[in-house]
């Protein structure tokens, strides 16, 4: 038996096609925020790489024979294994290395271009007053400066280190630990230049 449809049913189908058209219509709100979302990023890291632009490699080193001794780690990935020695013991002096985890091999890092680096130097002694100063804005003047760096009375190597994979930038800060701007080194390094220390 067929029951034709009434007012009422045509009320209803009005209704779902309005739910239709705004389920639709979020729909295509949300892919559109999405693809601006993803235009804004590549942007921003379209420009994060024209802003660091180098002229010459990032980092000197060379390449070790065997894993250095007394070394303590800064940082790692899956790229890296940063990793320091102080004053050590007799022959074992002062140096700044890396693992290459990828080919299996030790770099001694000896020298950070300077080239788009942040030189920091020492707070104000009525700030913080330590028993060393420094000032490494000297450092512009050199293509690199070499590791460690020297205080009036001590060595600095980095303390902090983090990759921008987005950029295939480290950036390597030394002094971060007192936390003041004006105290803050910062070098980059890039990954492929670590990669082709030979």
Known sequence: MHRECGEGCFDSC??????????????????TTIALIVSIAAVCIAQDRDA????RPTVKGAVLAQEPKWHRE???DQFYQFVF?????????????AHDLVRNRWLEITELSTEQAR????????????????DFR??????????PLHTTGSIVFPDRIMFLSAIGL?????????????SLTSFWVRKTDLDEIR
């Open 74 to 76: 800064i940082y790692h």
């Open 52 to 55: 660091m632009q180098f002229r």
């Open 14 to 31: 009005r209704r779902v096609n309005s739910d239709v058209r705004a389920l639709l219509m979020m729909k295509q709100t949300y892919w």
């Open 85 to 97: 020695r102080h004053y050590g013991n007799g022959e074992y002096v002062p140096g700044f290395f």
């Open 138 to 147: 000297s450092l512009a003047r050199a293509d690199y400066a070499r590791l």
């Open 170 to 182: 480290y950036r390597l800060d030394c002094n971060s630990e007192l936390n003041r701007e004006v």
């Open 119 to 134: 030189l920091g130097r020492s707070p104000d002694f009525s700030d913080i007053p330590l028993q060393v100063g420094w």
